[in-house]
């Protein structure tokens, strides 16, 4: 069974580098794209971007200048940094698998979500 | 950007009902489209992929139909577990996009 974890800090200052860490278990992530995805309090879902196990990334352009991602093989982790965080950017963060699926690559498994508060 | 938009925003029906929910896609974009819904304090959980494939272990209750620009998500008859928030969203280019959500509640 694929299981996804995020971690990392629940509070950020403004204007200072959000950092997140995805661990996955169950699957390599020397294969498929990896999401993050995010959803401010009694909003709902924005792609933030992806990442591919050759290290292509795919970005949202809304958010595209203030973002990194990047991948650890040896760990079976990814992980995104947001800069200038401000308090728009408070929001659960999701890590995601975008899987096979025939070609249409749903998000087939979700981590639980982590808070993050720009304060 | 393909913007993808739901309706209605927000249903109430009872136990056993029929529900239909719609998404329209600003552009066509075949039938790269997904299903999910989402309880309070849960991640989302895919559905329906490819508009209209059932995801593995979800209940044959749920179908989904359309290609194109427009498409539909059923539910047969709704179960109390199906009281959720439910959202579409393309697959068919970057950057992947949601619908705004259809919040489905008890009548």
């Known amino acids: 069974q694929v299981q996804l974890q995020e971690s990392g800090p629940g509070l950020v200052k403004p204007s200072e580098t959000l950092s997140l860490t995805c661990s996955v278990s169950?699957?390599?992530?020397?294969?498929?794209?990896w999401s993050w995805i995010r959803q401010p309090a009694g909003k709902g879902l924005e792609w933030i971007g992806r990442?591919?196990?050759?290290?292509?990334?795919n970005y949202n352009p809304s958010l595209k200048s203030r973002i990194t991602m990047s991948l650890d093989t040896s760990k079976n982790q990814f992980s995104l940094k947001l800069s200038s965080v401000t308090a728009a950017d408070t929001a659960v963060y999701y890590c995601?698998?975008?899987?096979?699926?025939?070609?249409?690559?749903?998000?087939?498994?979700w981590g639980q979500g982590t808070l993050v508060t720009v304060s | 950007d393909i913007q993808m938009t739901q309706s209605p925003s927000s249903l109430s029906a009872s136990a056993g009902d029929r529900v239909t929910i719609t998404c329209r896609a600003s552009?066509?974009?075949?039938?790269?489209l997904n299903w999910y819904h989402q309880k309070p304090g849960k991640a989302p959980k895919l559905l329906i992929y490819?508009?209209?494939s059932l995801q593995s272990g979800v209940p044959s209750r749920f179908s989904g139909s359309g290609s194109g620009t427009d498409f539909t998500l059923t539910i047969s008859s709704l179960q109390p577990e199906d009281f959720a928030t439910y959202y579409c969203?393309?697959?068919?280019?970057?950057?992947?996009?949601f619908g705004q959500g259809t919040k489905v509640e008890i009548k």
């Open positions: 990442i591919y196990t050759t290290g292509t990334t």
């Open positions: 995601a698998r975008e899987g096979a699926s025939g070609s249409y690559r749903p998000f087939d498994y």
């Open positions: 552009q066509s974009i075949g039938s790269y």
């Open positions: 490819g508009a209209s």
């Open positions: 969203q393309q697959s068919y280019s970057t950057p992947r996009t």
């Open positions: 169950g699957d390599s992530i020397s294969s498929y794209f």
